[in-house]
């Protein structure tokens, strides 16, 4: 099993393998989803705020209309929208096992949408290789690059933590040289 992890980074979103079935196709965030050809799943992990058409100053940037449209015209078996808990809008959405997750993998990490997906994702390959599936697997990262501070500063160690225990279970990491994800920062005091 290969899944490609997409955010909306514009240095390696288009680099992802989205001609290439053997590739899961999973995106995340208001920034992606206009550049996805093919989605087979989609993560929409922040508190469900909907503004109400008509009224600008209910609206958040995050949930434009056009955004919210999309998600509801998924079809809920070829492209689930995972979330916290299901919304009506939302026929495809499906309640994340966030509390399986967090059971399994504590909190310190889940620091942002991505970091859940790569949680998840190592989840899903653990489970196709419990059913017997040995073909390569592995998690591609397109589209995240964590390198703006304010933002992903506390965001991206989470990140880097389940690729290194993806790594530590074999799973193959791909992350193209245009994201600086996996640029670690120097050794304290050296």
């Known amino acids: 099993m290969k899944i490609a992890i997409l955010g909306s980074a514009p240095s390696s979103l288009y680099l992802a393998p989205f001609g290439d079935p053997s ?5 995340c965030s208001p920034g992606v989803y206009s550049s996805l050809s093919r989605c087979d799943a989609f ?11 008509g ?5 958040k940037q995050w ?29 495809a959405s499906r309640a994340l096992p966030i509390e399986d ?19 998840c994702a190592i989840e899903d ?18 589209g995240v690059d964590m390198a703006a501070t304010e933002e992903y500063g506390y965001q991206r160690a989470g990140c880097q933590h389940f690729l290194e225990l993806a790594a530590n279970l074999g799973i193959h990491i791909v992350v193209p040289p245009e994201s600086d994800l996996l640029r670690p920062m120097p050794v304290y005091g050296i």
């Open 23 to 27: 590739w899961k196709i999973w995106g």
């Open 43 to 53: 993560f929409e992990l922040h508190r469900w705020e909907p503004g109400q058409i």
């Open 55 to 59: 009224k600008p100053d209910t609206q």
């Open 63 to 91: 949930f434009s209309p056009e955004y919210v449209a999309w998600m509801g015209q998924r079809d809920p078996q070829a492209c689930p929208v995972w979330m916290f808990e299901p919304v009506p809008e939302i026929p």
């Open 101 to 119: 997750i967090k059971a399994k993998y504590g909190t310190y990490f889940l620091t942002s949408s991505i970091s859940i997906m790569i949680a």
């Open 125 to 142: 390959i653990l489970e196709a290789r419990e059913s017997g599936d040995d073909s390569e697997h592995a998690i591609g990262l397109f």
